[in-house]
Each structure stands twice: as C-alpha cells, then as structure tokens.
C-alpha cells in the first residue's frame, strides 16, 4: 500500500535498431515543499525496443554506475547501482535492478521497465528552486550491451522556509539538533549543523524532542510526516485478512505508541478501541490541515477501515469507494476489499 506522483516527458537515445533506454523521473512530494519535508524521486528505466540491452553492474570500468544526478545543471553524485546505497547526506540509493552480487549482467528485456527509487533531502538544504534530471551514459561501454546515452525530464522542485507553527516546530529541531550533535557525531560546537541534522529531528519519533513537537503541534506538516507510519496498516495486510479480522470483531489496529509528554520517555501505550480512535483522530488532523500530503488515498483508506471496525459502516464505506474509484494500488486494494465486504 503506498504511493506515486506525476509529469513525464523524457529523451531516449537509440541503441542499435530496436533498443532504445528511456529515462524519466517522478516526484514524491507536496509542492511546494517545507524544508526539511521528505523528498523522494522515482527513477523509471524503460527499454522502449524489441531487443534485451544490458545495463548492469559489469557494464562499467566502476562497476558501479546507476545514473548520475543533475540539480540546476550542475553534476552532484553517481547512483550506484545496489538496492541499498548510502548517498553523501545519509540517505539511500534503491535500484530497479535489486541487490545481486557484484558482476552480473544486468537486461532490460524488450519493452520491460523498472524503477528504483532516489532521496534528494540531502541536496536540498535551502529555499530555493530546483531543476532536477538524472542521465546514464555508458558511451564506448562493451558492444554486449546499452552503450548510448540518455537523459530524463526534468523536474523543477520548489522548497520554501516554514512559517508559523512550521517555522516553531523547525527552530525546535534546530536546537536540540545544536545541543544534542556531539553525543553521536563526535562534532565540535564550531562545526555548522547540517540540514540532515535538523531534518531527521523534524521528520521522526525515535526522539523525546520528536514526540513532544508531535504532540505540542499535531497540524504541523512537520507531524504529519512524522507520525504517518504510526497512522497505517503494514503491507501484511490484505482484504482477506482485514475481512477476517472485522468479521471476528476485532480491531486491526490493535496497539499503539503515542506521543505523550506526562510520561518519562514521552511515549504511551494504547490498544484497540483507543488505539483505533487514536489513529483516526490523527488522519482527520492531517487531512483536514494538509490535503495535498502525497499520501492522502493511503490515510483515507485507513480511516475507512478504521471505521468499519468502530461499527460506523457508512463512513467507512464512503471514504473506501473514495479510494476504489482511483487507478492507484491503494484504489485496487480498497476494490478487491470492497468486494469481499459486500459478498458476506
């Protein structure tokens, strides 16, 4: 269960007769964004021939290389080409190829794509605007494979400083960020705080100051993002097993961790009827404050299911045929659900 965004237009460069390598790139996030606010890129590959061409691990001298990132014209890092990469800022690479071993050969089959994904926090550590294009050249690689170019669309990213209650929750961040550095970066006090400091406070948790600025601001967009995972079902959950589970009387959302600033490590246990009322509390904040959160089909499918566990059946329903009626997987889920539901 999880998302996508839009605009595609790309150049290919051809490879023989029949093979060609498409590129293009979509965003994952609002626009425009707050500092600090999650941003993630999808890179599609797409081999738009009849003929397999080889874009692997073994393709290049580096043995290494995905596609190189390009913001406002200016080179700034190579992909590599594993599942899981670390980029200079902290963050993760994920190829469209997987994490096979070192030396594989590597095909887009005729028609065939794939796409991985790229996170471009680290690169955006200021208000501005950004053109953003991925390209992979691989000229004068060996003739057994793709030995053209190609470059994708490109995307123009707008990030703005926060405001008001963004701009409090932000400054917050900033400071504990400021305080807290040395304890596990072994930074000198001297040394300037960087965005990826800042930005893993605002956007998470798995800190007492994260909770409490989740509790202190829950219609921040700051919240929002920190709180999501803690809002939905895991991807374990299928209609069938959502259907069994309502049947039984049960609630899928059975335990909770809350943000609670009474308690020592500001956190809070609760569980069914709590937990599930918890939740759709949250939803309701985020979607009434923050419409265009990317994630908005994945919250109201829940809420839906939330609410046919609290026995409110037409709520529920109303916001799952919301969902159904989208071309998305969370619309596909919500139909085969839907479904079921109606059969019993």
């Known amino acids: 269960m999880k998302y996508a965004i839009p605009t595609i237009f790309s150049l290919a460069f051809s490879v023989g007769l029949n093979a060609q390598l498409k590129l293009d790139v979509q965003l994952q996030s609002r626009q425009p964004a707050l500092l600090c606010e999650p941003m993630n890129m ?29 913001i406002n014209g200016v080179f700034k890092e190579t992909m590599p080409l594993s ?6 800022g902290g963050d993760t690479a994920i190829s469209p190829f997987g994490n096979n071993d070192r030396g594989s050969a590597e095909e887009l089959a005729g028609g065939e794509s794939r796409s991985g994904i790229a996170y471009l926090l680290p690169f955006l550590a200021a208000p501005g605007t950004y053109l953003i294009q991925v390209k992979a050249d691989f000229t004068g690689q060996e003739e057994s494979g793709f030995h053209g170019k190609a470059e994708s669309n490109t995307l123009t990213v707008k990030i703005a400083a926060p405001e008001g209650k963004d701009k409090e929750y932000y ?20 040394d300037p705080i ?7 406070r605002l956007t998470s948790m798995e800190t007492g100051e ?72 949250q939803i309701k904040t985020i979607l009434d404050a923050h419409p265009d959160f990317p994630f908005t089909n994945k919250l109201k499918l829940n809420y839906g299911i939330y609410m046919l566990s609290l026995g409110k059946g037409n ?5 799952l045929n919301e969902v159904a009626a989208k071309p998305t997987d969370d619309g596909r889920w ?10 019993k």
């Open 42 to 70: 999808t890179v599609h590959w797409q081999n738009t021939g009849s003929t397999p061409i080889r874009v692997g691990k073994d393709r290049s001298p580096t043995q290494s290389k995905f596609v190189s990132l390009w």
């Open 83 to 88: 599942s899981q990469t670390q980029l200079s």
């Open 171 to 190: 400054d917050t961040a900033v400071k504990a960020a400021t305080e807290h550095r040395s304890e596990c970066l072994r930074a000198k006090p001297s």
């Open 194 to 200: 960087q965005p990826w400091e800042i930005c893993g």
């Open 210 to 281: 994260g909770r409490q600025l989740v509790a202190r601001h829950p219609d921040s967009i700051y919240s929002a993002w920190a709180i999501y995972d803690r809002l939905i079902l895991g991807e374990g959950w299928s209609p069938a097993k959502i259907k069994s589970v309502l049947d039984a009387g049960e609630f899928p959302a059975n335990a909770c961790s809350i943000p609670d600033p009474s308690n020592p490590n500001n956190l809070k246990n609760i569980y069914g009827k709590e937990c599930t009322l918890w939740r759709n509390e």
């Open 315 to 319: 709520v529920g329903i109303t916001y």
């Open 334 to 343: 919500a139909t085969e659900f839907l479904t079921l539901w109606r059969s």
